[in-house]
């Protein structure tokens, strides 16, 4: 049973950083493409970020430079390391991994800027 578990939101000042963690079970991350996606109210959910099995890296171009994705094979988890945050970062973060069997998403992470 694959279950994905995101933690490090919270409430920070714009200009600030974060960083989120996505821990994995019953999934292997350093075989699989993993994302990082966001969802702000009233928006569509969008791409952040995905780390491949080679370990490149691609990203959103409203985040580039700025975040960071990077993984932990020994601890099968994956990071998001946030840094300069601004108000539009605000949104509920999702951690996702597609395989044959679907798409799996963690229950998500609040990151809340304050201007």
């Known amino acids: 049973q694959v279950q994905l578990v995101e933690s490090g939101g919270g409430l920070v000042q714009a200009g600030g950083s974060l960083r989120l963690s996505c821990a994995a079970s019953g999934i292997i991350f350093s075989i699989n493409t993993v994302g990082w996606y966001r969802q702000a109210p009233g928006k569509q959910r969008e791409l952040v970020a995905r780390i491949f099995r080679s370990g490149n890296t691609n990203y959103a171009d409203s985040v580039k430079g700025r975040f960071t994705i990077s993984r932990d094979n020994a601890k099968n988890t994956v990071y998001l390391q946030m840094n300069s945050l601004n108000s539009e970062d605000t949104a509920t973060y999702y951690c996702?991994?597609?395989?044959?069997?679907?798409?799996?998403w963690g229950q998500g992470t609040q990151v809340t800027v304050s201007s």
């Open positions: 996702n991994v597609n395989l044959l069997t679907g798409a799996y």
